[in-house]
């Protein structure tokens, strides 16, 4: 057991993400300044922990955190609320963690998950499984295993050899599948796999990676089924190298605004609210497709409808719904 290697497979594909991803971090070296000015962390750590908890079903969306993050007084559930001071203050020790200290990460799900749960800090002492709108998906290993099956894991870590791009995806996938916690397993394992590539290179202590996840939100848990189905994690390491690559392409171009814009069409915010009448199960990529838009697109629309206490999201972004506010 004191050997223990997870399950995958170095494919052409791997490889040659790996390659493209290692010459963009190149071009980002170069102008390292530039991206690593305090402006543009502040920027893309407030994407950040709003792409992870929009993964999670909370759309307070950026311009609510950054006022958070300043002191004001925002409009929102105590819930929403709470998980965004949670991400927050668990995003602000980053720099300060060691990806390799079991104890770091139960530290990093304390501040998390402190105000919203009495184990955080602590694996979880009943056995769950993982579940979305079609039904459990998942069994998660029982609860007397899960020290020993993350102490196995940690061991891997520090001992692998293998580049950090697939040693910090490998990770991510393994953790998910203990589902270690009562609770915010996904937000944990996404900031510890970006935790382990800060590692490697500092620049990713300011590249949003979680926000592009939340872009491709439905991929990344298929990705998780997959790699489940096949006993493997190559299928997560392959959509976690094309996030990745897909990030750091983005953030070399015009950053987008961390405010929800002012003057979305309103013919557009009043046609979400029908589709949303007609079905309040509707995705967001559904939405997308019949408005001829981007999800992104969509995603900043009901930001914006939420600011304005139009529509709540009840429930999760997996198996939650819409509710009009009259």
Not at 274 to 302: F, G, H, Y
């Amino acid at each position: 057991m004191n050997n223990y290697t997870p399950p995958y497979t170095i494919t052409s594909k791997i490889v040659n993400l790996i390659s493209q991803i290692s010459e963009e971090i190149g071009k980002i070296e170069v102008n390292r300044e530039l991206f690593a000015s305090p402006k543009l962390r502040k920027i893309n750590r407030i994407k950040t922990i709003a792409g992870t908890l929009e993964i999670e079903g909370n759309f307070l969306g950026e311009e609510k955190i950054t006022a958070i993050l300043e002191g004001k007084r925002v409009l929102g559930s105590y819930e929403e609320i709470t998980e965004a001071k949670g991400a927050i203050e668990a995003y602000r020790h980053f720099e300060k963690y060691d990806y390799k200290k079991i104890e770091d990460l139960l530290l990093a799900h304390k501040l998390m998950m402190g105000q919203m749960l009495k184990s955080a800090g602590s694996f979880r002492n009943v056995n769950v499984g993982v579940g979305s709108k079609e039904g459990v998906t998942h069994i998660a290993p029982q609860a007397s295993m899960v020290a020993g099956l993350m102490e196995q894991l940690f061991k891997w870590l520090k001992k692998s050899d293998e580049h950090p791009l697939i040693k910090s995806s490998v990770f991510h996938y393994e953790f998910e599948f203990i589902h270690p916690f009562s609770d915010g397993n996904g937000r944990i394992g996404r900031l510890w796999q970006s935790l382990i590539l800060y590692s490697w290179k500092k620049e990713f202590g300011c590249l949003p990676i979680e926000s592009i996840i939340r872009d491709n939100q439905e991929e990344y848990y298929k990705a998780i089924e997959e790699s489940s189905q096949k006993g493997e994690s190559t299928p997560f390491i392959e959509f976690m190298l094309e996030v990745i690559l897909q990030t750091l392409k983005e953030v070399k171009r015009e950053n987008v605004p961390i405010s929800v814009p002012k003057n979305v069409p309103l013919k557009r915010l009043e046609m979400i609210i029908e589709q949303i009448k007609k079905n309040r199960n509707i995705t967001i990529a559904e939405l997308a497709n019949i408005l001829n838009v981007s999800d992104k697109t969509i995603k900043r629309d009901i930001a914006k409808l939420k600011q304005e206490n139009k529509i709540a999201r009840v429930g999760s972004s997996k198996s939650g719904y819409w509710e009009i506010k009259e």
